[in-house]
């Protein structure tokens, strides 16, 4: 494989690592009540550059403000 090809399987990956993330903190457990979303953004920031990729979650938090500022209810009523 290619220098270019693992790098792209990687950036997928660590994109993945954050939505899965902040879909597993804003979803209701078995074990625990989903925590708001404003909550779960500021994890998101706490653990970047220590378990999740900086850009990823900089990226992924603005584009997620982009989208509740067009459709409030999206994230911060979704069901859980």
Same mark, same amino acid.
């Given at each position: 494989?290619? #220098?270019? &090809?693992?790098?792209? %399987?990687?950036?997928?990956? /660590? @994109?993945?690592?954050? &939505?899965?993330? /902040?879909? %597993? =903190?804003?979803?209701?457990?078995? /074990?625990? *009540?989903? =925590?708001?979303?404003?909550?779960? @953004?500021? *994890?998101?920031?706490?653990? %970047? !550059?220590?378990? /999740?990729?900086?850009?990823? &979650? *900089?990226?992924?938090?603005?584009? +997620? ?5 067009? #459709?409030?209810? +999206?994230?911060?009523?979704?069901? !859980?």
């Amino acid at each position: 494989r290619s #220098t270019r &090809v693992r790098s792209l %399987a990687a950036s997928d990956v /660590y @994109k993945r690592q954050v &939505v899965d993330s /902040y879909d %597993a =903190m804003i979803s209701r457990r078995p /074990y625990r *009540e989903p =925590m708001p979303a404003s909550e779960a @953004k500021i *994890e998101l920031q706490r653990c %970047a !550059g220590l378990q /999740y990729d900086p850009q990823v &979650v *900089e990226t992924f938090l603005r584009v +997620l403000d982009e989208e509740e500022s067009v #459709t409030p209810d +999206l994230v911060t009523n979704a069901p !859980g």
